[in-house]
């Protein structure tokens, strides 16, 4: 049985993948907070719709076709989590970032797919969500997209990779 923490959830989902940005600002609270921001650029680790928006534009320039497959969704009381695959195709680097904020390692495009499983938890507050926080398949995605095990090209793009999200910082 879905509710409206349960669709606000899904929703907020469904528009960081493909939606207007904008309308992030129904669903997620002013003062949400995504705890996987910390290994994301510095403008995803303030609180509200905006840091959502750009955990939303870090991921689609990374990676095309970014889907969220839900499927399943519980809720106890406002706690909501939502099992999913996500899947895309890596077109731009996938740039990551130290607890400081700056770059600590960057991943170029591949132009693999990839399809990995998550489980993203949510707290409710008001209708909206305003906590965020996942688990995550992260070396399935690695290994699907090629990083690892890393081939000796595939290092020497990674450090010109690096060079340039330090150099020219878009996120």
């Not at 534009?57 to 106890?76: G, M, S, T, Y």
């Amino acid at each position: 049985m879905r509710t409206i923490g349960t669709e606000v959830c899904v929703r907020s989902m469904t528009i960081m993948t493909s939606g207007d940005l904008a309308e992030l600002a129904q669903v997620v609270h002013p003062q949400a907070v995504n705890r996987e921001a910390k290994a994301e650029p510095a403008a995803c680790r303030v609180h509200g719709p905006a840091a959502f928006a750009a955990t939303a534009r870090w991921l689609r320039a990374a990676f095309e076709d970014l889907n969220f497959d839900i499927h399943d969704v519980v809720a106890d009381g406002d706690l909501v989590a939502v099992h999913c695959t996500m899947s895309g195709r890596q077109v731009g680097p996938f740039v990551a970032y130290d607890e400081r904020g700056e770059v600590d390692q960057a991943f170029p495009p591949t132009g693999r797919r990839f399809a990995i499983t998550q489980t993203h938890w949510f707290r409710v507050k008001d209708g909206q969500l305003i906590e965020h926080w996942a688990n995550r398949d992260d070396l399935g995605m690695a290994s699907q997209l090629g990083w690892v095990p890393p081939k000796p090209a595939f290092l020497w793009r990674m450090v010109r990779a690096k060079r340039r999200a330090r150099r020219n910082p878009t996120h």
